[in-house]
């Protein structure tokens, strides 16, 4: 039952992602902490967001910022190896607890980046990427803060999807990296990560034909709702 539960919420959240560039990890963490536990659920997320990601780059290669993807990746890949360091050294209570507060916090700090509709350059996204990839080695996915990131950038639809999957990918793949090297990632990890994936990049190919329709208002109002309903869950389980 639990892995029908993770394949049915893989599916709509590969979906989500596809459309929106982020929300897989906040559909899927609460489900994958209430049933794996949040320190076992934060590697298989990382496997399993390697595999969205790779979706989405797959659907839109040949528009992929090759400059922006390295500028940002270059330091947000040992930024998250870092990242994964300390996760290891938390409690799982406290896991759980700063999962919830980052979602909750991620409302506020998107729109605040929102409205600072500034242009960024290359340097500029590699300066971003030492402390979001840190961020993402702890809490699972920065999504909500490298979507206006890159937005600002220049990057729209199907170029912003790619670029941003595709930077994406550095970053989970050194997080991964780091979770095999503090032998935290055993066979049984690895499985569950790949089973999640599999339906997060499923979900990823499907929304491919709805992108173009989905507007501003309604991107930003569906992101929101996932980080408040995720935030809330997982402040639910480190209560319990």
Request: proline share 5%.
């Amino acid at each position: 039952m639990g892995y029908l539960i993770v394949l049915s919420v893989g599916l709509m959240a590969g979906v989500l992602s596809g459309v929106i560039g982020t929300g897989s990890s906040m559909l899927l963490m609460p489900v994958l902490v209430i049933i794996y536990g949040p320190q076992q659920a934060v590697p298989i997320m990382a496997i399993a967001a390697i595999m969205g990601n790779l979706g989405k780059v797959l659907s839109w290669w040949r528009e992929i910022d090759w400059k922006a993807c390295i500028a940002y990746g270059a330091t947000a890949a040992p930024g998250a190896m870092l990242g994964v360091r300390t996760l290891l050294a938390l409690p799982p209570h406290a896991v759980e607890l700063a999962l919830g507060l980052f979602f909750l916090a991620m409302v506020p700090a998107r729109r605040w980046l929102a409205r600072r509709a500034m242009r960024l350059s290359l340097f500029q996204l590699a300066l971003i990427g030492a402390p979001v990839g840190f961020l993402t080695g702890i809490v699972v996915s920065t999504g909500p803060i490298t979507v206006p990131i890159f937005m600002n950038y220049g990057l729209v639809k199907g170029a912003f999807l790619a670029t941003e999957a595709a930077g994406s990918l550095a970053v989970y793949a050194a997080k991964v990296a780091a979770f095999r090297q503090f032998g935290a990632l055993p066979a049984g990890i690895v499985m569950q990560g790949l089973i999640t994936g599999a339906s997060i990049m499923t979900g990823t190919f499907c929304a491919r034909r709805i992108v173009a329709r989905m507007s501003a208002n309604t991107f930003r109002l569906v992101v929101d709702a996932l980080m408040v309903s995720s935030g809330l869950s997982l402040l639910w389980a480190a209560a319990r």
